[in-house]
Nanobody, 114 residues
């Protein structure tokens, strides 16, 4: 069945970096665009970044443009989110997903605090 397993979150100081990973299984990974979402406490889930099936097309939320980079390795069925210059407002649970699928993983917590 479809599964997403996110990892790489943690506690980091403002200005720091983290690299999130998401291992996907249960579908033909290389044929689907992948997205990263995040949800902060008391806020709605929001789309952070999206990457096309071959990695050629990427889109970012305005709030993370120039700081976050999405990438993928189709040989490993894995999508990544490199997060630089982190801010306290980036604190959230981060999830990866195929937009058209109903499945969500357990997420990985990112906390940016001094």
């Amino acid at each position: 069945q479809v599964q997403f397993v996110e990892s790489g979150g943690g506690l980091v100081q403002p200005g720091g970096s983290l690299r999130l990973s998401c291992a996907a299984s249960g579908f033909t990974f290389s044929t689907y665009a992948m997205s990263w979402y995040r949800q902060a406490p008391g806020k709605e889930r929001e789309l952070v970044a999206r990457i096309g099936s071959t990695g050629g097309n990427t889109d970012y939320a305005d709030s993370v443009k120039g700081r976050f980079t999405i990438s993928r390795d189709n040989a490993k069925n894995t999508v990544y989110l490199q997060m630089n210059s982190l801010k306290p407002e980036d604190t959230a649970m981060y999830y990866c997903k195929v937009r058209s699928f109903p499945h969500w993983g357990q997420g990985t917590q990112v906390t940016v605090s001094s």
